[in-house]
């Protein structure tokens, strides 16, 4: 019998090893850099022959704070092997955080990793192309975000990862900080789990609670921020005389465009879940808050032809040619309905009050993080690149809800589970 145990494993390994290898070498082949991009600018940066500090100087006092970000890209860029094999290793450290995050007690690696990993690659193909395929997108989005979801899956139960895990999240908590959308997710994170799990906080935690904080705080007061909004108001003259609720505004009318997008497919995995979560369960205003959570997902396909919410580079409010608006205006309310009945329908659905209040978490933040990009003037040029931190909050909650229908107990990564 054990013999037969053996085979299975090594079975299962084989498989897992030969996925890898697969999707390493279907990136090593078809991964470059993009002529007339930022990749050139950058690369050239990285081969002219400035030394790295006064590289980061410069750009520490005159454009960013993501010193760390920008130091690994000035060394590493110039270096094809590194990235092509860096991309898929990132991929794959997304892939493990959230299987062992969220799945590893109910599915093997050989399966669950894998699985992960085709979740992950399920966001838009234009924010796949923008973050993963796009190199310089990859040093800015999927490197933060992959860090930041290991140290994160670590801090909140470090009792479920090796001492060698521990102390590899350390550098990715200081890569992930210097990512403004990740840092502040993470921040908030770790506070949450600190208020649910405050009896368990230990000296590590405390670390890498430091460390992020730290490195979120020293992002956002970098004086080059400063020079860098004053280069980038050109994108929006007017940002200046928007009122703070405008600009939140704006942002939630880029999540808003998302959100109901049709080839966004993470919506409708909630949609379907949220369904089906309710099967078995009897509450005031099911079937109310049910349609609503579903039509204000699905309403860009249902409604396409009343709520046009613009092309792929101009959103929809700041580009009214005449009228009040009032479509958009009833998309969003559609949408915010939509996020309510999706909250209550937890509430009612998830018995565990842990899980609820993660679950809110989770979609708050999902919501956050895009909302946020409207405090910028850029909000309109970031592109799908910005929106892969909010999708990726967004898969975490799916893989929550997906725990409840299954009929499994709340994650065990999970304070207190």
Known sequence: MSALNN?????????????????YAAFYFSLSIRPLSDDVTFLNA????????????????????????EAIMFTSIGSPIAWKLAIPSCLLLAAYSIWKSFLADKLDYNLGIPFCLLCT????????????FYITGFYNYLLPVSSGLFASAVYIKPSSFTKLEKIFAIPL???????????????????ACLILDLKHLALYRALLLFIVTTGFILLITAPGNYVRFASEIIYMPEFNNYSLSRKILNGFDV????????????????????????????????KTAT????????????????FITGDTE??????????????????YTLTIASLASIIYIMKRTLEDTTNFYFSLLLLLLHVGVTTLLGLSPTVYESGFRALLVG??????????????VAGWPASPVLPNS
Not at 16 to 22: E, G, R, V, Y
Not at 54 to 66: A, K
Not at 177 to 188: K, Y
Not at 315 to 330: D, K, P, V
């Open 121 to 132: 690659l399920a966001v838009s193909h234009a924010i796949l192309d923008s973050t993963v």
């Open 391 to 404: 999708d990726i909050i967004g898969l975490m909650l799916i893989l929550v809800l997906f725990r409840r």
């Open 291 to 306: 349609t609503v959570a579903i039509i204000g997902i699905l309403q860009g396909s249902l409604f396409s032809n009343i």
């Open 173 to 191: 908590a200081v890569i992930a900080s210097q990512s403004e959308q990740v840092g502040l997710s993470m921040t908030v994170i770790f506070a």
């Open 314 to 331: 101009n959103y929809s409010i700041r580009y009214l040619s005449s009228g009040l608006g009032l479509e958009y205006f009833a998309s």
């Open 46 to 69: 990285a081969t002219s022959g400035l030394s790295t500090i006064d590289y980061l100087s410069t750009r520490y006092f005159t454009w960013t704070g993501r010193i760390t970000i």
């Open 7 to 23: 085979n299975h494993r090594a079975y299962r390994a084989l498989f897992f090893i030969l996925l890898s290898a697969t999707l």
């Open 255 to 286: 999540f808003n465009t998302h959100y109901i997008n049709p080839a966004n497919l993470y919506p409708k995995a909630i949609a379907i879940l949220i369904a089906l979560l309710t099967l078995d369960k009897n509450f005031e205003l099911k």
